[in-house]
C-alpha cells in the first residue's frame, strides 16, 4: 500500500464506516445501502458475472422473500479500493462487499493461494472450482482464516480462465524464457523464474504500461486480459503453455456488515454466493471461448505449447510445490501441505491428469 493510499484509508473508514453502520443499524431500516467493490473494472470477468449475476440476484431475493430490500453502491475500477486494498478494506468495513484477486495476497492469504503453488492444474475453470471448494470443505481453517484474522466471510470462490503467457515473442517451450523480464501476481511467479527468468510483480491494471515503457517482456495471464488490456500491439504472442485455470479470486462480505443485517437477509447473500459459485465455472469457460475469437480476430499470435514441452516444464518444476508447502508451514504453521495434496487429489478425482504427481510431504 502507498503512503498516499495508507493515508486515506482511515479516514474513508471513519466516513464511509460511520454512513454503512448508520445506515444498516436501525432495526426498522427497510432498505440497505451495501457498498460493493474491487480494484478492477467491469470487464474483467469476476466483475462482470459479479454485477449481472450476484447483484441483480440478491436485490430479487430480498425483494421476493423479505420486507426488505439492497440497494447497491458500486465502487469498481479502484473507486473504493486498489487491487492489493479489497482485503483491508473489507476487515475495515470500508466495503461492505468485495471481489479481489488472493494472489495478490501471497503473504497475508498463503494457505488459500494454494492452487498457485500446483502450475499445470485443470485447465476447465468448472473442474478448477468445483476442486477448491472440495477442499475448502476438506479443510475449514481456509474458512476461518477469513472470518477470525480478516473480518470478512466468504461468499463464493472464483476460477480464472487457464494461465498462459502473453509476451512480445513466441514462447515455444522452458527454455525461450530464460533471461526475458516477466511480470505476474507474485505466488506464481516461480512458474518462471526456475527457469531462469527475471520476475517482476505487477498488478492488472499496470500490465499495459509495464510492457509499454519495456519494464517487461511477458506477462503470466490469461487470454481474456489480451483485450481487456488492449494488449494486441504490445504482447500480441500468446502461448498456450496450460498453466491451469486457478481458482484464486473470491467474494467476500464484512463482517461487520454481515452481522448487523437481518438474518434473512443474511441467509439469502450466502446463499446467493454459492448459487454464483456454482455457475462460475461454466460461465468462465464461456469467457475463454469467446476471447480466444476475439483477440485472434483482432490480431493476436497463438502458440501452442506441446504435450512433451509440458511435460518437461511441469517435470522442471516437480520439487517446487513441496519445497513451498514446508517453507509456508514453518513460517505459519499453516497445513500448507495437507491441502496441496487436497487440491491435486480433489482435481484428480474431477478427471483432471497431471502431467506429474507433485510429491508433497
Known amino acids: ?31 440497505f445501502s451495501l457498498k460493493i467493490a474491487s480494484g478492477h473494472n467491469s470487464s474483467w470477468h469476476f466483475v462482470q458475472f459479479t454485477q449481472s449475476y450476484f447483484m441483480p440476484e440478491v436485490v430479487k431475493r430480498v425483494k421476493e422473500r423479505t420486507k426488505h430490500e439492497i440497494v447497491w453502491i458500486e465502487g469498481f475500477a479502484s473507486a473504493m479500493v486498489k487491487p492489493t486494498e479489497v482485503l483491508e478494506g473489507l476487515q475495515s468495513g470500508i466495503v461492505d462487499v468485495g471481489i479481489y484477486c488472493i494472489c495478490h495476497e ?10 498457485m503453488y500446483l502450475p499445470f492444474g485443470p485447465t476447465d475453470a468448472d473442474i478448477s472450482v468445483k476442486a477448491a471448494r472440495k477442499v475448502y470443505e476438506t479443510v475449514p481453517q481456509l474458512v476461518n482464516i477469513y472470518e477470525k484474522s ?3 466471510k466468504l461468499l463464493a470462490l472464483v476460477p480464472f480462465d487457464t494461465y498462459m503467457l502473453m509476451s512480445r515473442f513466441p514462447i515455444k517451450n522452458i527454455a525461450d524464457v530464460k533471461g526475458k523480464k516477466i511480470g505476474g501476481a507474485g505466488p506464481n511467479m516461480f ?3 526456475s527457469a531462469g527468468a527475471q520476475v ?36 500480441p504472442y500468446l502461448n498456450m503453455t ?25 441467509d439469502i447473500i450466502v446463499e446467493v454466493g454459492r448459487d454464483m459459485e456454482a455457475r462460475v465455472g461454466k460461465f468462465t469457460n464461456e469467457v475463454f ?7 485472434e480476430k483482432n490480431g ?62
Open 1 to 31: 500500500m502507498t503512503k498516499a493510499r495508507g493515508n486515506l484509508l482511515p479516514k474513508l473508514a471513519a466516513g464511509l464506516v460511520g454512513a454503512a453502520l448508520l445506515a444498516i443499524g436501525s432495526a426498522k431500516a427497510d432498505t
Open 106 to 115: 501471497g503473504q497475508k492469504l498463503a494457505l488459500q493461494n494454494f492452487p
Open 150 to 152: 480478516w473480518a470478512q
Open 191 to 193: 512458474w518462471v523464474e
Open 200 to 235: 517482476l510483480t505487477v498488478t492488472g491494471p499496470e500490465v499495459y504500461t509495464s510492457f509499454q515503457s519495456g519494464l517487461m517482456d511477458a506477462v503470466i495471464g490469461f487470454v481474456s486480459i489480451e483485450d481487456t488490456l488492449k494488449l494486441y500491439d504490445v504482447a
Open 242 to 266: 496450460g498453466f491451469g485455470a486457478m481458482t484464486n479470486t473470491n467474494l467476500n462480505i464484512s463482517m461487520r456488515t454481515y452481522n448487523k443485517l437481518p438474518p434473512e437477509v443474511r
Open 289 to 295: 471461448d469467446k476471447y480466444v475469437k476475439l483477440v
Open 300 to 361: 493476436a499470435k497463438f502458440v501452442q505449447v506441446s504435450d512433451a514441452d509440458r511435460q518437461a516444464w511441469a517435470q522442471m518444476l516437480a520439487d517446487s510445490p513441496g519445497k513451498i508447502a514446508k517453507k509456508i508451514e514453518a513460517e505459519t504453521k499453516l497445513p500448507m501441505g495437507k491441502v496441496m495434496n487436497a487440491y491435486i487429489d480433489a482435481a484428480a478425482e474431477a478427471g483432471h491428469k497431471w502431467p506429474v504427481r507433485y510429491k508433497i510431504d
